[in-house]
């Protein structure tokens, strides 16, 4: 079982719509992930962040908004959405410490999104 | 950019058979992982490998982290039904967290 674990599942919304994706980790992994994933493809990273700092954002556009409110927890807030950002979203941490296992990965569940 | 070549890209097996895939790179990587992801699911870390020539087992996976720091492979033994999926590499080339590289993903399906 994933320590990961991200709500809702399952999330339908128009393209006027705002809602927000959630993530909590309790492994005390200082790092946290977004990643989209589509259809028989590989993860692709969205954004990260290193000890609640915003690091990484892999040029994605202004409608995606992270939010990491404590090293447990990370929000993606969505606003004004493309039919084709639909896709899985997953989120993942890290401990982040130097050296070689501080860069292992673990996935969360996900969460399916389809905009309509 | 870095690139990360998975192969075979799917797998018809026969449950019992043993399997094989590998991922190869032209870059030097310091950490190996490997995923196992099911329909409607995230990834789930298999075999994490963190030292050039480490061989690494967990039940019926072995994996080992390629001696020139450049490919990896796992092999699957005694295939069952539940080995259906898809199985990722990933390689981290050391530096920030965001540099972690995937595979395009093997899928394995097994005949009972």
């Known amino acids: 079982d994933t320590e990961v674990t991200q709500t809702p599942k399952h999330l339908v919304m128009g393209m006027t719509n705002k809602k927000s994706l959630k993530c909590e980790q309790h492994?005390?992994?200082?790092?946290m992930y977004w990643y989209k994933q589509k259809a028989k493809k590989p993860p692709e990273l969205m954004f990260v962040?290193?000890?609640?700092?915003?690091?990484i954002n892999e040029s994605v556009p202004s409608r995606f908004s992270p939010e990491c409110p404590n090293s447990s927890l990370l929000n993606l807030h969505l606003h004004a959405l493309q039919p084709e950002d639909s896709a899985l979203y997953l989120c993942?941490?890290?401990?982040?410490?130097?050296?070689?296992?501080?860069?292992?990965?673990?996935f969360g569940e996900g969460s399916w999104l389809t905009v309509v | 950019g870095q690139q990360l070549n998975q192969s075979p890209q799917s797998m018809f097996i026969q449950e019992g058979e043993d399997v094989s895939m590998n991922c190869t790179s032209s870059?030097?990587?310091?950490?190996w992982l490997w995923y196992k992801q099911d329909p409607g699911e995230g990834p789930v870390l298999l075999i994490a490998?963190?030292?050039?020539?480490e061989l690494t087992s967990n039940g019926r996976l072995t994996a080992q982290f390629g001696i020139t720091r450049k490919d990896s492979f796992l092999n699957i033994s005694a295939s069952i039904p539940s080995d259906v999926g898809i199985y990722f590499c990933?390689?981290?080339?050391?530096?920030?967290?965001?540099?972690?590289?995937f595979g395009k993903g093997t899928k394995l399906s097994v005949k009972p």
């Open positions: 993942a941490s890290s401990r982040a410490s130097s050296g070689p296992t501080g860069n292992t990965i673990y």
């Open positions: 492994m005390g992994h200082r790092a």
């Open positions: 490998l963190y030292k050039a020539g």
């Open positions: 962040y290193s000890y609640e700092k915003l690091s």
């Open positions: 870059s030097i990587f310091n950490t």
């Open positions: 990933a390689g981290h080339y050391g530096g920030s967290q965001g540099n972690l590289i």
